[in-house]
């Protein structure tokens, strides 16, 4: 019976999640056990360019390393890797699963070319964090629960994560990253078009739609920023993004 229902639970999670959920656990599982090597996995500049192990940068996306010193961040990224990229995929991208498939590619072009500069090797870490900041800033004064029943508007939460992953694990780099990375998409996707009158940079390339067709009953008009915050006689000083309708709770 329990088999059952963990079978309904994870063909029920949307289908990119679903994909990248998967992966996660896959192969930090799989160089756990020793079928394949960590080293393989990292992202590496010189390995990549000069020496063409083009994976890299798709494996260092979903390797995380498993050890008694790691495993409960991991799991930690993994619940928010499932809890808000399910809430993205369902909500302000329910129905166009290339639009949420796009964002994501997106990020991860930019942390891989981030990656290169710093050097960065491991990416999940940054790519959880710029997925849930987007949500959190569409949602930005959605109310959400933290450790010890803290409770806090969606807008700080990655910073909190930020200073929580300071103090217990004296990282947070990579988290820093990843806001930067989620902020980036957003500003170009949503606040520069409508706070700044601006044209729309990015666009979902066509070739997705094929693979990944919208689905009737989605959300209409996506890529329409949220409401603006330039003044006006309705909403003059007021913040509209973070009503969290959309996703569907905190």
């Not at 998967?22 to 010189?46: E, F, Q, R, W």
């Not at 900041?133 to 508007?153: A, E, H, M, P």
């Not at 409508?194 to 066509?206: N, S, V, Y």
Request: contains cysteine.
């Amino acid at each position: 019976m329990a088999s059952n229902d963990i079978g309904d639970w994870y063909r029920g999670i949307p289908q990119i999640t679903r994909f990248w959920f998967s992966a996660s656990v896959a192969l930090p599982l799989m160089a756990k056990i020793g079928i394949l090597n960590p080293i393989h996995l990292v992202l590496d500049y010189t390995l990549v360019v000069h020496r063409f192990q083009i994976w890299r940068p798709i494996t260092a996306l979903f390797f995380y390393p498993i050890t008694p010193m790691t495993g409960f961040h991991y799991l930690i990224m993994l619940y928010f890797l499932y809890s808000y990229s399910v809430r993205l995929e369902t909500g302000v991208f329910d129905g166009r699963p290339a639009d949420y498939l796009f964002m994501l590619i997106f990020n991860w072009i930019i942390l891989v070319i981030i990656g290169f500069l710093v050097p960065l090797y491991l990416l999940l870490d940054p790519m959880v964090l710029s997925v849930l900041y987007v949500w959190c800033q569409l949602n930005r004064d959605t109310i959400v629960s933290f450790w010890f029943g803290t409770r806090f508007k969606a807008m700080y939460l990655p910073w909190v994560l930020v200073g929580f992953n300071m103090i217990i694990r004296g990282a947070g780099f990579g988290e820093l990253i990843g806001i930067v990375v989620g902020h980036l998409y957003f500003f170009l996707m949503f606040k520069y078009p409508q706070d700044f009158g601006g044209r729309q940079f990015l666009t979902t390339p066509a070739f997705l739609y094929k693979y990944f067709p919208n689905r009737q009953g989605g959300v209409s008009g996506f890529g329409v920023a949220p409401a603006s915050r330039r003044p006006q006689a309705a909403n003059e000083g007021r913040h509209q993004w973070g009503q969290g309708n959309l996703l569907g709770g905190n």
